[in-house]
């Protein structure tokens, strides 16, 4: 009896969820429904669909996730809820539909279960209660704990690193894309292989091992050891074409500015505002994966690129930070990294964290840095004001609203070294390579006055400093 109210007890502490929105195949939002009511209006009395055809619901219908968090140690359960309301968001982009969330609390993770046994039991009750198809982890999980809680709850398990992977194999785009993201794949999944049962992973050594010679598990690991050396040389190719691509930009003196920053704090929209292009942007996570760069012109018709990169978030997986290595060290070797923060994010310090690790991990730490707070107009006047108490020295934007982009682009163009001095150079037309610097001149420079004379050419431009010697206007 004891037992039996201890577990009631803690099937008490699990937090079901029901979904407000119902999704088709293609994730677009139905009609919202409270959730005490959504299951009595989901059938009429005869248990038929409220579409009227069983096999539209179950065409419609999305895989239900449950997530699991663990507060630990000196873990705040704050942090832990804000944590799991990521990964829902996560879940969200994957395609899944969250109808349960369990936090549980203790000291550390339990070596083979994660949670501990007790728990694990209580979760897999719940599970069935609510229907769940897939269990997600807010954590990585080793693979004997993966095989432990499979086995015990009897339903797909996914860990939060294996989430990631998923979302980036279903927004990868370009073959570049693809292949980095297979590469972090097959580095997860090669030594979460098993096989039926322990003799399976063993060749010769004694009865009852010898036989066939290599097994299907072996088979399988070598296969993708092959892969990931091919993948490796790849995506090594691709390294090197992005050197090459870098090092021409660098002879034509166009500087880059790299836009940085958590996953979903609107630099894709700032990125379209300041190139004027139409970049897909979305409120979702990981929209961006394959790495765009576009040229603007400045007012003054000067140019310079901006690259939008992939979206960091909290524990993004080594395994994808060592794949995606060739797309971020455009970040590294950019002139100017703009950090664009969401200023609305109650958690933005953890995200800011979060950043600037990964930039460390790329080798990006000692690019020059501009801190951008963006979606300003989501802000109260004394929400901003106390921000840029803070922080003064940052930029102030709304990327969607257009406020603050004439001050960030002054900005850039002064953090670039894009200040200039104004020349007067005389060339002559007969003279190729006076006729080329004229073109470079009207590329990177402002001309203010052009006058031709017997063959002779007298220009006064407004130069960039960084580009002086480059023109002959020292």
Partial sequence: MGRDSGMAAQRARVTRQEPSTLRDPQGRSGPSTSSGSSRAQSRDEHGRGATGSGSLRAKARRERAALVGLIAGRARRLEAERSLDELAGLAEAAGAEVVLRVLQERPKPDPSTFLGAGKI???????????????IFDNELTPAQLREIEKAIGRKIVDRTQLILDIFARRARTREGKLQVELAQLKYLLPRLVGAGDALSRLGGGIGTRGPGETKLETDRRRIRTRIHAVSEDIEHVRKRRGQLRERRHKASVPTVALVGYTNAGKTTLFNVLTRADAEASNALFVTLDPLVRQVRLPDSRELLVSDTVGFIDRLPHALVAAFRATLEETADADLVLHVIDASASDRDRR???????LSEVGAVDVPLLEVYNKCDALTDDERRRLQDRDPAALYISALERQGIDELIETVASRLALDVRRVTLTFDLDNPSDRERIARLYRHARVVQHEARDGQVSIVADVPRRLLSRLGAE
């Fill in 352 to 358: 800011m964290a979060a950043v600037n690790l990964v």
């Fill in 121 to 135: 039991q209580t979760l897999a009750l719940s599970a069935a209660e609510t229907d769940v198809d897939v269990v």
